[in-house]
């Protein structure tokens, strides 16, 4: 466990911010990554609400240095922005918040499977639409889609028995999002540019239909044959 005094006088900490971090998926991406000892804040449309999901996450790690804001705020204060919204709200939250990511890194989790039916999303993929929205100033990457949110508060300590696929428009960028992962626990591979990753949300929705299929919550992917 990460206690807030253990991390004080490191020299260089970076801060994630969560944007729609009160769901489902951003919690969990949090707690593992507080737990690896990065800063983290949550954000919302609204900062009590980010406020009560930062006090949740504390007092399950039992720290004092995850913080809430409102997603403007949150992107403003961070060095890595990761976007967990609701697929249908994407275009719109880019949209507000293209100030506030100028000359950040931006995470892009959001597979384009809207509920209940859950159909394979047409390109082009989410963080290509988050890369035109937001222009040159922003470095996208696409990544975690395919990890189950279930499994992320699961025992933070263990790395998870899954691999994540990273896009982005060069390697140097990719590499921030495959540090993420692997201080979050999870193996990752830089798949390609962001075109591609509309493969990783189709395979979402393909997810979606096994877990159903097969009364799952954990379904997800992993990679065979390519050594690292
Ligand atoms: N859940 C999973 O297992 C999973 C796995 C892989 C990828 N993903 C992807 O991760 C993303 C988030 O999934 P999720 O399950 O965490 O979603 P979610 O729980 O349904 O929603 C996440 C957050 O989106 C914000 N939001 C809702 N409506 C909004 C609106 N109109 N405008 C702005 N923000 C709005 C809410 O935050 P506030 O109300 O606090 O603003 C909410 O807490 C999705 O793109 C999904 O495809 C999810």
């Not at 809430?68 to 949150?74: F, I, K, T």
């Not at 697929?87 to 918040?97: I, S």
């Not at 590499?175 to 990783?200: C, H, P, T």
Request: proline share 4%.
């Amino acid at each position: 466990m990460v206690q807030s005094e253990d991390i004080i006088d490191e020299p260089i900490i970076l801060t994630i911010a969560i944007l729609g971090g009160t769901g489902n998926q951003g919690p969990g991406l949090a707690l593992r990554w507080a737990n690896a000892g990065y800063r983290i804040i949550i954000g919302s449309r609204q900062e009590k609400r980010a406020q009560a999901t930062a006090d949740e996450l504390n007092e399950k790690l039992g720290s004092t240095f995850i913080r809430g804001m409102r997603n403007e705020d949150a992107a403003k204060n961070a060095n890595i922005c990761v976007l967990t919204v609701v697929a249908t709200a994407h275009q719109e939250v880019l949209e507000n918040l293209k100030d506030a990511l100028q000359g950040k890194i931006l995470i892009d989790v959001t597979a384009k499977v809207v509920f209940p039916n859950a159909d394979v999303p047409s390109p082009p993929s989410a963080a290509r639409v988050a890369q035109n929205i937001l222009g040159d100033g922003v470095r996208v990457v696409a990544a975690f889609q395919n990890v189950p949110s279930h499994m992320l508060a699961l025992d933070l300590d263990e790395p998870l028995d899954l691999d994540v696929l990273v896009f982005a428009e060069n390697a140097e960028t990719a590499n921030e999002a495959m540090m993420l992962s692997d201080a979050g626990g999870m193996n990752a591979y830089y798949a390609g540019g962001l075109d591609k990753a509309i493969v990783v949300e189709g395979i979402t929705a393909v997810l979606v239909e096994l877990n159903r299929r097969y009364g799952s919550k954990d379904g997800a992917i992993k990679i065979t044959g390519i050594e690292k």
